[in-house]
């Protein structure tokens, strides 16, 4: 559940209450002059000119309305949401979206997934299940991520332990690694719906624009038409969110893998359990085996090292 504030002058407040007027119900509340209740949103707006979006979809609605015009002020204020101010009513455009995951995990991969979207597949995607990120645990994600797959371009590109290690060992920042990963899983999804383009494209944000660029200046194409920034984006558009569960589901297929090979559930994360576990397989099977399904140069390793020494 979230509550979204947007602000509407006189002139925007009509297109706003038109668009709602279907699900239009009657609240006699001081200062309320319409409200409306949609499958998962409430919507309430007040004499004043703001709109209050509360419920399950209330990002997702809010983010429709956000636009320079309307900066979504209290939307950053409620949910944390950074980055570019986005155009009205893009949660309902044509988007291809990205995002990453396995990152702060010690063991396992970082697997990233781009996903495009067009308006008239939204619907469709939603049905399929992709809902309110707060809702959606592994087994769910699990679920859906097949009928996914099949119903949108999307690429998933998986960096393994070793080769993430390999360049990590060389110097290069996760940022750098985000970046290049993120580029080619959107380049490879516009190169298979050419001579589409999407309206826009949406990268759930973890570098400022220019630092993004800057890791990616000597890749050999860089996809810039188009593209903005949103942190939280998996609530602001549905390619992002269907990009983060693809990535998420190819990250748990990993380390079910690398579980059967280590002989031991591997832990997600980066706490005291998986120092435990960590130092268990040192024991089990040596410290380059450790290496072999993990982000070594994580502090786990040390910690991991210490417990081994301890005993
Ligand atoms: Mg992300």
Redesign the pocket.
Known sequence: MSNQVIVFTEKEMPKVLNFYEEDKITRNAPGVIFAAKTADTSITAYRSGKVLFQGGGAEREAARWSTSSTPAVANAKSSGTKGDILPEKFAVMSVLGS???GTGDFFGPITVAACYISSEKIELVRELGVKDSKQLTDTYMQQIAGDLKQVVPHCVLTLDNTKYNEIQSKGWSQGKIKAILHNQALQQVLDQIKPEYPEYILI???AERKVYYNHLKNEPAIVQDKVLFS?K??NLHVS?ATA?IL?RVAFLEQMDQLSVTAGVTLPKGAGPRVDQVACQIIRKKGEPFLQSITKAHFANTQKALKLVYKK
């Open positions: 995002d990453e995951t759930d944000q973890f942190t984006a998996e992002v983060s990535a």
